[in-house]
């Protein structure tokens, strides 16, 4: 079992920035493919950014490209979601997910096996 905890969430006015962590605790993730998703209140839950570990590869939904930076710290076990230019299209609670497997599937949710808890974020206009 891999614990996840997110933290960095809160307000923020839109085009400022907010900085979100990932940490595992108990186990290294060097092996896995780390995930951000994210769920607006009334919507499904989506891809944000994913970061392999195997290959050191980066991919990013449409929406937040060229705004948002995943990055990870295997000496921490853990990993950032830099977000910059946020726009009020970005509230909603935000997950970080780690795939044991590294699938090539980064941005399909069914292929992670361990969720965070969530953090809030909420952008005001």
């Known amino acids: 079992q891999v614990q996840l905890v997110e933290s960095g969430g809160g307000l923020v006015q839109a085009g400022g920035s907010l900085r979100l962590s990932c940490a595992a605790p108990?186990?290294?993730?060097?092996?896995?493919?780390m995930g951000w998703f994210r769920q607006a209140p009334g919507k499904e839950r989506e891809f944000v950014a994913a970061?392999?570990?195997?290959?050191?590869?980066?991919a990013y939904a449409d929406s937040v490209q060229g705004r948002f930076t995943i990055s990870s710290d295997n000496a921490k076990n853990s990993g950032d979601l830099q977000m910059n230019s946020l726009k009020p299209e970005d509230t909603a609670v935000y997950y970080c997910?780690?795939?044991?497997?590294?699938?090539?599937?980064?941005?399909?949710?069914?292929?992670?096996?361990?969720w965070g808890q969530g953090t809030q974020v909420t952008v005001s206009s």
């Open positions: 970061f392999r570990w195997i290959d050191g590869r980066t």
């Open positions: 108990t186990r290294s993730l060097s092996a896995y493919t």
């Open positions: 997910a780690a795939d044991r497997t590294s699938s090539r599937r980064v941005g399909i949710l069914q292929e992670y096996d361990y």
